[in-house]
Structures are given as C-alpha cells and as structure tokens.
C-alpha cells in the first residue's frame, strides 16, 4: 500500500472525511499538551550518567511500580549542588518532554534536591566537611583519656535505657569513682543546647572527663548529634569527652570531633574505666617493684652501712678526738706557765702608773680647779636668780610665756610677776609704752 502526500499532517482514508494525524503531529501535540504542565516528584534514583561532555545529566527515578527516566541540563545540575548516587531518594520540579525523533518520553528537571534522610545526610556531610576543614577532627588535637578519673560526667537523657547501662557498668568496673550525671533531653530541636549546657554543668562540677551517650535510633533520632554548634561545644570541651552515641554503625560529627569515639554507650563507660582484671594486674605490678625496690634499698642501705662500721674511727671512737685532745692538754700546759708571769708584768706596769699619778695629780686638779672656780663665777653672774636678787624682776603669763612687750600682755590680762622671794599674781589695769615718761 503506497502513502499519498498529506497536508497539515492529515491523510484522507478511502475518501472519508474522518481526519487522521501523521505521527509528527501526533508527537507535537503530546509535547505541547506534557510541556504545559509542571509537577514535583518524589523517587529513589535507580540510575545515574553523568559523564564530561554531555550536555545534560541523565538519571532514572523509580517508585514500587514505575519508572521514569530524566534528564537535567548542566547548568541546573550544578546550581542543585548535590551529587546523584543509586539509592537516593528525590524530590524534583519539572515537566515531562517528548524526544519526538525517537518517540521517547522524558522528565526535564528544573530542580532537584535530596528527600528525607537523604537531604539530611547531604546537611551532615556538609557540615563535617566544614568541621574537618577547621581541624577540629585533626587527631593531633584529640586528648588521651584518664587511666582513673575520680570524677565522671555523664550527658544523657535520664529516662534512658544508656544511663543505667553507663551506671552499671562504672559501678561494676571502677566503683571509687563518683559520677556526675546531667539529665538532658536527646532527641528534638532543643536537645543540642540541652546537651550543651549538659556539658558546662559537670565540668563545672569538676568531671576529669566526660561521657555524652544514648542508645539507638533512626537516623532523624540521632539528627541532634549533628548539630554543629554542639561540636564545636565537644571540642571546646576543657575536658577530653568520650562519645558513645547509637550503635556501632553509626557515626555522627559529635562522634568525629570528640577525643574517642566509643560504638555505644556501654563501651563508652568502658573505655574511662580499668576493667578488675588490668587493676588486679597494674596493683601485683607496683608490688613487686615496691619489693624489688625495697629490697635493692635495703642491700644497698646494708653495704654502705658495713662500709661505714669498719672505719677505724667506729673501731676506737677516740681516735676521733686524740688529736684535739692532745692540743687542748699542750695549750692548758702553756697557759698554766704564762699567766703567772702575765699577772707580775701586769703588777708591776699598774704600780709605776700609780706612782706616776701621785706626783702628777695635784698638779692637774690645781690647773682645772681655777678653770672650775672661773666657770661658776660666770654662771652665777648669768643666773636668773642672781638677777633678781638686785632687785629686777620676770613677768610671765599664766601660760608660763615670759612677757617682753606690752602687746603680749593687754588689758586685763592675769600675769605672774616673780621677784627674789616669791611670785606676784596680776592683772594688767593700763599700758604704757617706753616713751611715756618722755
């Protein structure tokens, strides 16, 4: 059967006037009528190309049911900011779009992120990529743990099933130690300032180190964990910290910044307390040096002593203090012989000085005796009482001053007068200058 030409994409049949459309146009309109509808989808990617040189990012996203194919230009892919990986679940914008030279359907994504866990995880791996670029998961920074910490804090909610396995197991292994415990929430929005102020209440409290915990749970249970301004909390920490967060699979950036990342609780508990069997062993350890090192001591303390008790000093004591003994006698000999004479010269140099006075004296005594005798007679010349005795007299105040002007004494004023044989008692009724009787 042959195919006649057709316009505008319809073919008459038979000479019917039903139209019939080419398959160019039916393709045309399908894209018109799919272009003109935008709709957001969520799926869990089943395949991704994306390869340099294309212009495009292709990937499949599927559901229980369906598959659907789409494609993303460059450009947008990049602004999206993520990168595509089998598993991951999606929520994208877009419209559906025909390749009409092969009659193949596809999803034009405008944009696209990460759903569910997945956005999560693309925050958290942000966030820790941060974090390390900072160094605070630089092992180098990382503190050791104390053998035999007298005081544990421990973070955790207190309704959990981790702080009574965290309890049990101090109590059981290192029961001398006394534990701190901060109850915080664990889970919600709240939960990293809880746990934050969690940590400055026990370090404050004196903790040596500390314990944040809690036990299992989804991957949004353990979201809290993730919080970046709590890491830098744990690293800020002035006390080494020990994570012991979910089970042994999981890994949140509080564990990558802490100083040991324990995989649970329990084994958070364990790791900052000595296990009975390395105690039984590090006490017979230090007992054996202590009695070794007794031992050598009392060997070595025994050998210097016999060293000692053979000197001959120890065999015969006074041959430590002949020599002495002896000088003492020879000096005692000596001064026996000369004090005697010392006492005669002494004698006879005291009686010639005697003599000497004697005859010299007098002659002395006559010369500072005048001297004496003129000294008195200047004195009692100079005496206030010399004075009055021809006829003068002092006149003081009742403050004892002597009064040498009128002006120290006005009118009215209580004055002493003393004369020869007595004191007069006062009181100045008139002044009178010096030129008065003039």
Excluded at 17 to 30: F, G, K
Excluded at 112 to 120: F, T
Aim: net charge neutral; glycine share 8%.
């Amino acid at each position: 059967m042959g195919f006649e030409h057709a316009e505008n994409g319809v073919f008459p049949q038979g000479g019917d006037d039903s139209n019939a459309m080419t398959v160019s146009a039916a393709m045309a309109l399908a894209k018109r009528s799919l272009e003109s509808l935008t709709v957001t989808i969520v799926g869990e990617v089943s395949e991704v190309s994306v390869k340099a040189g294309y212009k495009a990012a292709y990937f499949t996203v599927k559901d229980s049911s369906s598959a659907l194919p789409c494609m993303m230009w460059n450009n947008r892919y990049r602004s999206a900011g993520i990168q595509l990986a089998v598993g991951q679940l999606v929520q994208m914008t877009g419209r559906f779009t025909l390749y009409a030279a092969k009659g193949r359907m596809n999803f034009d994504v405008f944009s696209i992120s990460l759903a569910g866990e997945g956005d999560l995880r693309l925050r958290v791996a942000n966030i820790a990529r941060k974090l390390q670029a900072e160094g605070l998961m630089d092992p180098a920074r990382k503190r050791p743990i104390p053998d035999m910490p007298e005081r544990i804090g421990l973070v955790t909610s207190p309704r959990s099933a981790a702080v009574h396995d965290v309890l049990r197991t101090l109590r059981r292994r290192f029961p001398v130690a006394s534990v701190l415990v901060a109850g915080v929430p664990v889970e919600g929005a709240n939960a990293p300032a809880g746990i934050i102020e969690g940590l400055r209440a026990v370090v404050h409290g004196g903790a040596q180190v500390v314990l944040v915990v809690r036990g299992g749970g989804s991957f949004e249970d353990l979201m809290p964990f993730n919080d970046e301004a709590l890491a830098r909390a744990i690293a800020a920490c002035p006390v080494p910290v020990v994570t012991g967060i979910g089970h042994e699979v999981d890994t949140s950036i509080a564990d990558m910044v802490s100083d040991l990342r324990a995989s649970t609780p329990t084994a958070a508990a364990e790791a900052v307390s000595p296990s009975r069997e390395s105690l039984d062993a590090l006490f017979a350890s230090r007992a054996e040096s202590l009695r070794s090192g007794s031992s050598n001591m009392v060997g070595m303390l025994s050998a210097r002593l016999s060293t000692i008790a053979d000197r001959p000093v120890f065999a015969d004591p006074m041959q430590l203090f002949a020599g002495d003994a002896q000088a003492l006698d020879i000096a005692s000999e000596r001064m026996a012989r000369a004090l005697p004479n010392i006492i005669v010269c002494n004698k006879q140099a005291l009686d010639a000085d005697r003599a000497r006075l004697v005859v010299a004296g007098p002659n002395l005594l006559g010369r500072f005796d005048n001297q004496m005798r003129a000294g008195a007679a200047r004195l009692h010349d100079l005496s206030p009482v010399a004075v009055l005795g021809r006829g003068y007299s002092i006149t003081r105040t009742k403050e004892g001053a002597i009064v040498r002007s009128v002006e120290q004494a006005p009118v009215g004023t209580d004055i002493e007068v003393s004369v020869a044989d007595g004191t007069l008692q006062c009181e100045v009724k008139q002044q009178m200058g010096a030129d008065h009787e003039r």
